[in-house]
């Protein structure tokens, strides 16, 4: 038996995690859990699994849920309520589901305390991967990807030896728009933008998806986990999500991780490594019934926000926690009307523009890095960008 600290129990990929504990109670027992301020369904989850220690956002809310759910789970609040379930002691696994830069302290707290990271958190590496993956290395803890495309590579690497790899492939869908003209996308509406075509997703990463940043936090990631340069990691479109990534070797040899859309996936293969478990309800993918596979070059003229990224991840030190601090606040206004699609690429460009990176940053200056990152954006905001 498995115990897991689960991270975003609420979300999207919350949703699918417990829908893997569900399928296997026999190997996995939900111990620990977060939630955002949706007190309904985290009410619904304790009742169901009945972790022992529940974290939410606010002290108000946890009094809440505290009197509705009894004695039997404690409730804690705040970031030391995050970090607190982060790192329960009856855990053997930390599934980092959580949006945003809130996930890097949990993770850390984490790995201080020897669990196994089943990381779907992109922000924890763009923003701190030096840091992170120091602090795996010296506590001996594995970091195991979630998001399907670092799934994929890691799944393509294993058993190979990684020196003899040419080229990581990363697949991205396209998102919502990727048929569209630049001109087409000036009067989007954010119901278009939240309408992706193969993925079920949370709303900021369906955004992400739209403009490609997703994929550019990916490819950062990427460097992070799998210690690639940059220039040795690819992105290129294929709009059916059937390959998920793939791995050029020098010998010219391309390996190819396929399967149908379903996140539960690579989060199971996370929770079970190294063993392989059925996935029920889970379809099988039959290549004859998709036909035809399509594939296209990245044309970052058109998708700005991934050369925004490879930027960044090139420019290192403090320059990738500004891209994503930029692109918080730049997606959090376009949900809210205040700007248009397009000026999600001018928020963020104007404010890595702004930006003077600090090389081989300490915690204390990424997390400077961010709070200036997100004031400057808001200034933006305020002056009427």
């Not at 955004?207 to 220039?231: P, Q, R």
């Not at 709009?239 to 859309?261: C, N, R, W, Y």
């Not at 809210?336 to 702004?354: K, N, P, R, V, Y």
């Amino acid at each position: 038996m498995k115990y897991i600290s689960l991270l975003g129990a609420t979300g999207s990929i919350g949703d699918q995690t417990l829908d893997v504990l569900r399928a296997h109670p026999e190997m996995f027992k939900l111990s620990a859990m977060s939630a955002g301020r949706n007190l309904e369904k985290a009410e619904s989850i304790i009742r169901e699994f009945k972790p022992e220690l529940a974290a939410v956002i606010s002290k108000e809310d946890a009094s809440t849920l505290q009197n509705n759910c009894g004695s039997s789970t404690k409730i804690v609040y705040g970031s030391e309520g995050l970090r607190e379930v982060a790192a329960f002691h009856k855990s053997d696994i930390l599934v980092n589901a959580v949006m945003g830069s809130v996930g890097l302290l949990p993770t850390l707290e984490a790995i201080k305390e020897g669990k196994q990271i089943a990381l779907a958190n992109k922000e924890t590496l763009v923003t701190a991967g030096h840091i992170v993956m120091e602090a795996a290395k010296k506590s001996g803890v594995s970091i195991l990807p979630v998001d399907s495309e670092h799934s994929a590579i890691f799944q393509c690497l294993n058993g190979e030896d990684k020196k003899e790899a040419e080229r990581l492939i990363l697949t991205a869908s396209g998102g919502s728009f990727r048929d569209r003209t630049r001109e087409e996308l000036k009067d989007v509406t954010v119901t278009e933008a939240l309408n992706h075509p193969n993925w079920s997703m949370g709303a900021k990463i369906t955004i992400d998806s739209a403009t490609m940043m997703n994929k550019g936090l990916e490819v950062i990631e990427a460097h992070w986990l799998f210690s690639f340069d940059y220039t040795k990691i690819d992105v290129i479109l294929h709009k059916e999500s059937i390959i998920h990534s793939m791995v050029e070797f020098k010998d010219t040899s391309v390996i190819a991780h396929l399967g149908q859309p379903d996140m539960r996936v690579p989060i199971q293969y996370a929770l079970s490594y190294p063993k392989r478990l059925e996935h029920s309800g889970g379809r099988r993918l039959n290549l004859w019934e998709t036909g035809k596979l399509h594939f296209q070059e990245m044309d970052f003229s058109r998708f700005r926000c991934l050369e925004f990224a490879y930027e960044a991840g090139k420019t290192g030190g403090t320059m990738p926690a500004v891209l994503n601090a930029a692109n918080e606040a730049a997606v959090e206004a376009f949900l809210q009307g205040q700007i248009s699609f397009l000026q999600i690429e001018d928020l963020i460009h104007e404010t890595m523009q702004a930006h003077s990176p600090v090389a081989h940053p300490a915690l204390e200056a990424l997390q400077e890095a961010d709070r200036w990152a997100r004031g400057f954006a808001v200034s933006l905001l305020n002056k009427g960008r």
